[in-house]
């Protein structure tokens, strides 16, 4: 299993290759750049993301019928398959019910998942934004607008930094506020990405694979989606 130092240094290397250098980081991207097919797809099942490779392509899929922030997350833990383990992967990672935790005690879930907190929300930079919000609640929220990701996603960040405690992290998840509210009060834009929730995207190698998915009315499962061989395209 890798150390979270040398999963750090993944995420960072994975950054500066995609070319993304300035938050919010951007996962969707990355995988195109890694040349990663994405399926964005409202699946009904509890799947929130997939990985598998199949004749040297790769392919991924992120359920649209979660909140967009969440959708950020998957990609990026999805993203974190494909860096650390692409080469000696099984044929389907199936990720169920990620909460910012890995959702499986496997080393490769663990390790994807701190891939993704660590792609979206760098260390130092996470830092410096906590430096100008004292107090925890506040600090919370500037991670929130900075990187583009939940407020538990940013609470567990700073609690793993130690830039805020467990308890400052519950009394803020007692805030039953929306994020609106909460980003008005202190002057920060909170953006709500409703409109990229239960989107259907496809990468453009998969559009005749998904035609033809469609048609027999198995692109509603993840699982099916994976389980099939793609159909050959022109």
């Known amino acids: 299993m890798s150390s979270r ?14 070319g993304l250098d300035q938050a919010p980081y951007d996962p969707f991207e990355a995988l195109r750049e890694f040349r990663v097919a994405v399926v964005r797809w409202p699946l009904k099942d509890a799947m929130e993301g997939a990985y598998t490779r199949r004749d040297g392509e790769a392919f991924t899929i992120v359920n649209s019928l979660t909140a967009y922030v969440r ?15 692409g080469a000696t992967s099984p044929r389907l990672i199936v990720d169920d ?24 929300m760098p260390t130092d930079e996470v830092r ?3 430096r100008r919000w004292p107090r925890a609640e506040h600090a919370i929220m ?31 998840a007692k805030d039953r506020r ?18 990229e929730v239960g989107r259907k995207v ?17 692109l509603t499962s993840g699982r099916a989606l994976f389980e099939l061989t793609p159909l050959a395209t022109d």
């Open 202 to 218: 496809l990468d453009a190698r998969l559009h005749a694979w998904a035609a033809e998915l469609l048609q027999a009315g198995v």
């Open 71 to 85: 959708q950020r997350f998957t990609a990026a833990h999805e993203l974190g398959h494909h860096i650390l383990h």
């Open 128 to 130: 410096e934004v906590a």
């Open 178 to 195: 929306t994020l609106d509210a909460r980003g008005q009060e202190l002057n920060l834009a909170i953006p709500s990405f409703r409109e």
């Open 142 to 172: 500037g991670v929130v607008a900075e990187f583009q990701v939940s407020k538990e996603a940013a609470a567990r960040r700073l609690v793993e930094l130690e830039v805020i405690s467990e308890d400052d992290k519950m009394r803020a």
């Open 97 to 120: 019910n990620l909460d910012g935790e890995p959702a499986s005690p496997l080393p490769e879930e663990k390790e994807a998942g701190w891939f993704a907190t660590s792609f979206l």
């Open 5 to 18: 130092l040398e999963v750090d240094l993944a995420a960072t290397g994975a950054r500066c290759q995609a």
